[in-house]
């Protein structure tokens, strides 16, 4: 079970505004940067969100990042067919001393 | 162009060990940590141990702490994962990873798959 909570899913259809939600704790989302990655089936992550709201050069802006207190959440406006993937928050955790992962969103473009 | 090659993978029986490698190219790899991230299959990502860049500052998981052991070789490199007293849930496929700092990564190699089963 992880310790950052995730939705196991969450589906729109194309043009549609989603959100996902990440919640955890005081020594990770409450003290430290979240970080959010994108993953096709079979594939490596992708980086999609550093430090709560920051997008790596080629994200497009359709893609947003916003933490407050211990949660944090990514929204994807815009929704397109190959949005369809697992999410994932993650963050450092300061009393564990590890890295901790939510346990992954699936979206879903119906 | 980031590229992270993971190879070492394999069937090992339960109690066993076994060393994955992750060659670096394409950055100055002894100015990044370095990190493993494991996937289980079908299941959500973990992160299992971190190295600052000199390899004198590691971080683990709880569950692999006193098993596996991180190193790397600056010269080569290179990131291993020394994997020790191998058990079925350490099943997974295990990705290299470049830190920019020792709380996140940005780019991924394409994994290498661990099976432990008798």
């Known amino acids: 079970q992880s310790v950052l909570t995730q939705p196991p899913s969450t589906s729109g259809t194309p043009g549609q505004r989603v959100t996902i939600s990440c919640s955890g704790g005081?020594?990770?989302?409450?003290?430290?940067?979240v970080y959010w990655y994108q993953q096709f089936p079979g594939t490596a992550p992708k980086l999609l969100i550093y430090?709560?709201?920051q997008r790596p050069s080629g994200v497009p802006d359709r893609f947003s990042g916003s933490t407050s207190g211990t949660s944090a959440s990514l929204a994807i406006s815009g929704l397109r067919s190959e949005d369809e993937a697992d999410y994932y928050c993650?963050?450092?955790?300061?009393?564990?001393?590890?890295?901790?992962f939510g346990g992954g969103t699936k979206v879903t473009v119906l | 162009e980031v590229q992270l090659v993971e190879s070492g993978g394999g069937l090992v029986q339960p109690g066993g060990s076994l060393r994955i490698s992750c060659e670096a190219s394409?950055?100055?790899?002894?100015?990044?940590?370095m990190s493993w991230v494991r996937q289980a299959p079908g299941k959500g990502l973990e992160w299992v141990a971190n190295?600052?860049?000199?390899?004198?500052?590691?971080y683990y998981l709880d569950s692999v702490k006193g098993r596996f052991t991180i190193s790397r070789d600056n010269s080569r490199n290179s990131l291993y994962l020394q994997m020790n007293s191998l058990r079925a849930d350490d099943t997974a496929v295990y990705f290299c990873?470049?830190?920019?700092?020792?709380?996140?990564?940005?780019?991924w190699g394409q994994g290498t798959l661990v099976t432990v089963s008798s």
């Open positions: 990873a470049r830190d920019p700092d020792y709380s996140t990564s940005d780019y």
């Open positions: 394409g950055f100055t790899f002894s100015s990044y940590w």
């Open positions: 190295i600052r860049q000199d390899g004198n500052e590691k």
């Open positions: 005081r020594s990770n989302i409450g003290a430290n940067y």
């Open positions: 430090k709560n709201n």
């Open positions: 993650a963050a450092w955790d300061d009393r564990l001393y590890s890295r901790l």
